[in-house]
């Protein structure tokens, strides 16, 4: 049977010198965790199950200094790499595949030019393609967020979620802004609609906090995925324990 | 030497790395007549059936793919790579896959597609690629199509999603397996060693 994933997502700085990670809340920096691909392989010996790269700097300059970092991690760490955070079009996609990348992440991107989600997947295919969503609660709905949660867009994320599944997407990352760096648990309610609504696998993200989030996101949520940042960096959980905990819950997990 | 074949579809710094990091040297090539004497051949890809084909005929890859398997050079193709082996595939019904294995490509149903993460493969039967690899050991896919060879007999390892479908091969001097080894830690390395340590 399919495991369920845990995800570690490395938040990454490019405007230093060679990246660093850092963690945010509820979208804005406070501290640096230590160098990209050093994270990346202490994760993978600890048996993460995938590793998603994040450039908060997003600049054109950054792009470049991904790739170095990329290209880095995957000299050492063999399991699947997924890179996002100013992705733009095909070209930027293909240097970071080339790097080694298996998948990339679009957000802005794709709200802005929804076509993108469509070529991406004919080029490299469905299974290389992620869309992110990060998603705020409204009153009896959710708004789609772009450019890291600084620009709101009128856009109601379950029909944006089975858009981009027509579209080609092959994955949903789907943030909940309410609930990021709060460690106060996944946003259930939000997942698990997501989730149903599509065919293709959610990884669900923001408000880990404790080992019993990641086992409702799975069991209620519905979620394929569970992704945590800061938890992992300074070992508030460490990776075997959580999946030896899920184990014993029932999870199928690796 | 192992030979990676280059035709535009996919992760070949990923393949180049695990080797790299095995002690094995590769050379990754587009040339045909590379190919054709290579002994060691990997044939990665991922990515769709129709583009693949079109490029490997493009490149005049895809008879070099069969003179090098005729002479007996040991192939391992991954993912894409092992599908495009087959006759034909539901995800591109007009096109003709390489026809070296009988047997056809079919999409999943009922279930989400793609297929991404780790997935477990029971093991059939007794393969070199498979050596010192546990039984229900975890791989990492991704994919919505999966293999029906004919012959049953070649089948060395299944996994389960929504159905059991077939996710390692053994023929003569060919292997495929649906998962990526390149991309599943410490066991994935290890079919890769295998690989290597193939005696021609």
Known sequence: MLAKRIVACLDTDLGIKGGRVVKGIKFKKIRYAGLPWELAERYYKEGIDEIVFLDITASHESRQTMVEVVR???QRVFISITVGGGIRNIKDAKKLFRAGADKISINTAAIQNPRLV?????????????????????????ECAIYGGRKFTG????????????????????TSMDRDGTKSGFDLGLTRKISESVSIPVIASGGAGKKEHFLEVFKKGKADAALAASLFHFKEIKIPELKKYLKEKGVNVR | MITVIDYGMGNLRSIENAFRYLGAKTKITDNPKEIEKAKKLIFPGVGNFRKAIENLKRKKIDSAIKKSIKKGASFLGICLGFQLLFEKSEEAPKVQGL??????????KKVKIPQIGWNQIEIEKKSKILQGIKDYSFFYFMHSFYVEPLDKEIIVAKTNYGKVFCSAIESKNIFGVQFHPEKSGEVGLKILKNFVQLKC
């Open chain 1, 118 to 142: 469509k070529e991406l997947s004919e080029s490299f295919g469905s299974q290389a393609v992620v869309v992110a969503i990060d998603a705020k609660r409204r009153k009896d709905w959710f």
């Open chain 1, 155 to 174: 856009v109601d994320a379950i029909s944006w979620a089975k858009k981009v599944a027509e579209l080609g997407a092959g994955e949903i990352l789907l």
């Open chain 1, 72 to 74: 880095k991690t995957c």
């Open chain 2, 99 to 108: 026809n070296i294995i009988k047997g056809k490509v079919l999409k999943f």
